[in-house]
Structures are given as C-alpha cells and as structure tokens.
C-alpha cells in the first residue's frame, strides 16, 4: 500500500532522502505529538526506580504526565496525571505516595490504584459530577519487560512484547531483565529527538568521528602477515578507549579480564587466531560474573545462535547496546522541535543478593558539559551543527547511504505510518524492521510505501 501526501507532510519520496523539514517543522513536530506518541510504547522507567509498595516517578513525553506506582504487590500501574476535579498535576518528579496520592490544590484523594477516596465537601457538588467510576484517576496502559515499565496511551496497541520483536527476543537472550543500572546521566541536545538518535544508529560515522576506535592491526591486513600479539594490543586498546568514563559500554571488569588474557598463545592464521579470542574473552567473562553469583547468559551460545548483536533498538526511542556483561542503554525524548532530552544508562550485572540503592535522577548535563566521556562527547560535536546545517536554504534533503545508512530510512517512513494513522495490523509488520540491530542495516521494503518515485 501506498501513503499519500495530503495527509502526512515532508514524505520520503525516495526512500533515500529525508527531507530536512522533519527535523524542525513545528507542523511535523505537532503532528508527531498528536499521532505518534499517543500510539506507541514508551520505556517509561527503571524498575528500580520504584522498588518498594506506593513508590511513584512521573514520566513526560512532550505536553503528557503519566504517573508510573508500584503496587502493593509489585506489579506497576500507570496513571494519566490530572486530578479529575479540577486538572492539577497531582505529583512532580518522584517520591513515595505513602499509599495515597492528596491534590494541593482542594484535597481530593486518591489510592495507589487510582480510586478517588476523598473528595471535599462533597455535598457541595451535584451527584451527576460525582459519579463512582468518573472521578478515579484516568489509567493507561503500562507493562513491565526488561527491567523497565513500559506505558502506552492507545487502547488499541497490541501488547508490549508484540511491538518489541524481534528486540526482545535478542534482550531476553542477553537476559536484560537481570541487569541493573550503575549510573545513570542525562544530556540536553540542541536538536530534534530523531537527529539525535540517528547519530548512535549507523557505524559510518565512526572513521571520522571517532579516530581513537580505528585501531591499527586490529583487523587482519588484506595481504601480508598477521601478527597475533599486535591484534591481542589492538583489542584490549579497543576496549579500554570504548570504556573510558561510559561503564556499561564496556565494563572495567571486562577490561580486566581482557587484560588477564593478554599472554595467552594465539596462532599466526587469523581466521583461526581471532574466532579463539572472541571465545575465549567470552568464555572467561561468564566464568568470572557466574563466580561472583551474577546471572549472565553463556555469551558462547549467543554468539552460536546469531543472538550477539551488539545493538537492540525498541522504537521509537529506546535502545540497548551489549557488550560482553554489561550494555549501555539509551532513551531520547523530544522537549521541542529543536531540542531532546538523552538518558544513558550504565547497565551491569550484581550477585544476585546484592542490595541496590534506588537510582537518583540526572542532573541535565549541556551537550558541551566536559564531565561528558570522551565517545559521546564526539558525537554530541556534530549535533548542534548538524542541526543548524540543515536550515541552510541551498540544503533540501539528506541523501542516505541505503546499504550504511538504510536503517534511518526504516525508521522514517516508519514513523510516516503512524503520521497517516494506518491501523496497528499495517504497523506491526514495518515495526519488525526497525525494532533490529540498525548499524549496517540495508534500506527495506516495509508494509506502506510513499506515493511517488523510488530511488533505484
Ligand atoms: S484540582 Fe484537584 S482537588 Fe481541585
Ligand atoms: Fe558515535
């Protein structure tokens, strides 16, 4: 089927080229808040964040509140946050309801289930505005999947793992669940939320942007010989540069274990010498986390069944990177048409006892804040420039590398399905593309196509 243009502005009518307006339209911007955000799952928040009964955190997405508590027990509902008399938000940030959440502006209560248990002076209301039922907070969809809860705002949204796949197929591999934040940061980037994630979502940038990580020797050379102890350097380099202040990315335990390998004997064929010490790291990584009463899959067997890929995307604005016991994981949210808010969460693995305390949520760092690591910092140079590049009058559209860059278009006219408002059936399929690992991931057909010509 094809999408047409009356209805949504700014389409791909070559699927490799974006159109600039979508990263500063404020119509498009608009229009992704009145038809993309209500309709899709969010990753809302860390369970961690609310470990105990009556724990609440608020989660906004542009001009939206939800109220994320925990029960009683355990489980998480979600709430819209608006006091049903008079519309106050009735809880900012995050805390403990103490099992009932008071409005401050005339005291209506309300349970940890929603229930209105108070309302003041209530006589002086006629019945018909009191009606049991109306006046109990207004619930949204919320459910919980890789130690995060998840909420959507459409009733009509297939469950939360139906629009993960195959992510979270390759996440419950990785046992994602069982990893637990170390840090978390937060990061105010001066352009749009898709500008912003598109920078972490192909490799092609890195030979420029990132220097440091092309490494000498390590890859084998096309011709001439392959030298085992300079490949063994070039990877622990590798790891130590892809660490530095970023924990997850390549966790320092992983380093050190790297570091104790470093004298073990590889042969001089690389096609052999390699494969052994991508098992070998592996294998010493499971032995050393299973030692310490870590739950960490038997990354060996991952890699067996095609299940390590170093990158898991949930659109529209989540992802994970694993790497070896530990991941990064990042969400990105859209302040303004011009500006995003960016988590990044550290994620390791803890013995399995090992008391955790409730993670504190970010100061906002600027993109420029010199506490940034050294990897990051890289990326955020190019977006303030980036955005303001694309104001340029002489510049229309970006042209996409469809076999390096072919994810970006994914994810565009991905979102130029919601934007047309075509039902969830015609949308599931277009999510299995996106919801991969997009670094080197070719541009493909989806369920919908824009009307017009197609870059052959
Ligand atoms: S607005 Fe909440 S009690 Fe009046
Ligand atoms: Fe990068």
């Known amino acids: 089927m094809t999408l047409d243009g009356p209805n949504v502005p700014y389409l791909l009518h070559h699927r490799d080229r974006i159109p600039k307006e979508r990263y500063f339209d404020p119509g498009f911007h608009a229009l992704e808040n009145e038809r993309l955000w209500p309709r899709v799952w969010q990753m809302a928040c860390r369970l961690e964040e609310i470990p105990e009964p009556n724990d609440f955190v608020e989660y906004r997405i ?41 409005c401050p502006f005339h005291g209506w209560c309300y349970a940890a289930d929603g229930r209105n248990t108070f ?39 297939p469950p939360l793992r139906a629009c993960l796949e195959p992510a979270a197929t390759i996440l419950d591999a990785w046992k994602l669940e069982s990893m637990r934040a170390e840090w978390w940061r937060a990061f105010r980037l001066p352009c749009n939320w898709k500008l912003a994630q598109e920078a972490f979502q192909e490799q092609y940038h890195v030979i420029t942007t990132h220097p440091r990580l092309v490494i000498p020797g390590r890859y084998p ?61 592996n294998d010493e990584v499971v032995r050393w986390h299973r030692d310490r009463g870590a739950d960490i899959p038997d990354l060996n067997r991952l890699a067996a069944t095609g299940m390590n890929e170093p990158m ?13 016991s530990s991941a990064s994981s990042y969400r990105f949210r859209p302040l303004g048409p011009e500006e995003t808010l960016m988590e990044i969460w550290s994620l390791t ?66 979102i130029d399905g919601y934007l047309a408002g075509l039902p969830h059936a015609k949308l599931l399929p277009a999510l299995r593309e996106v919801n991969v690992n997009p670094l080197e991931r070719p541009a493909v057909d989806i369920a919908f196509e824009p009307a017009g010509p197609r870059a052959g």
């Open 62 to 102: 542009l001009d939206q509140s939800i109220l994320l508590v925990r029960t009683d027990d355990l489980d998480v509902r979600a709430f819209q946050n608006t006091c049903r008399h008079r519309g106050v938000r009735l809880a900012e940030g995050r805390g403990n309801c103490g099992g009932s959440f008071t």
């Open 119 to 157: 309302v003041t002076q209530s006589r002086t209301f006629d019945p018909h505005n009191l009606q049991p039922g109306d006046i109990d907070l207004v619930p949204v969809r919320c459910e919980t999947w890789g130690g995060c809860a998840w909420i959507n705002l459409d009733d009509e949204a």
């Open 221 to 281: 050379p096309r011709s001439g010989t392959f030298d085992p102890k300079t490949f063994l350097q070039a990877e622990l380099h590798y790891l130590r540069v892809m660490s530095e202040g970023m924990a997850g990315m390549v966790h320092d335990h992983d380093v050190r274990i790297a570091e104790n390998l470093q004298d073990i004997e590889l042969s001089n064929d690389p096609n052999e010498a390699i494969p052994t010490w991508h098992r070998r790291l």
């Open 312 to 324: 898991a995307y949930c659109f529209p604005h989540f992802f994970v990177l694993p790497m070896y």
């Open 349 to 414: 693995r803890y013995p399995r006892d090992e008391k955790r305390e409730r993670p504190e949520p970010p100061d906002v760092w600027e993109c420029d804040d010199p506490r940034t690591p050294p990897i990051p910092t890289e990326d955020f140079s190019n977006l303030p420039r980036q955005q303001r590049g694309l104001h340029a009058r002489g510049f229309e559209f970006m042209r996409l590398s469809e076999k390096a860059e072919g994810h970006i278009s994914n994810l565009h006219r991905t």
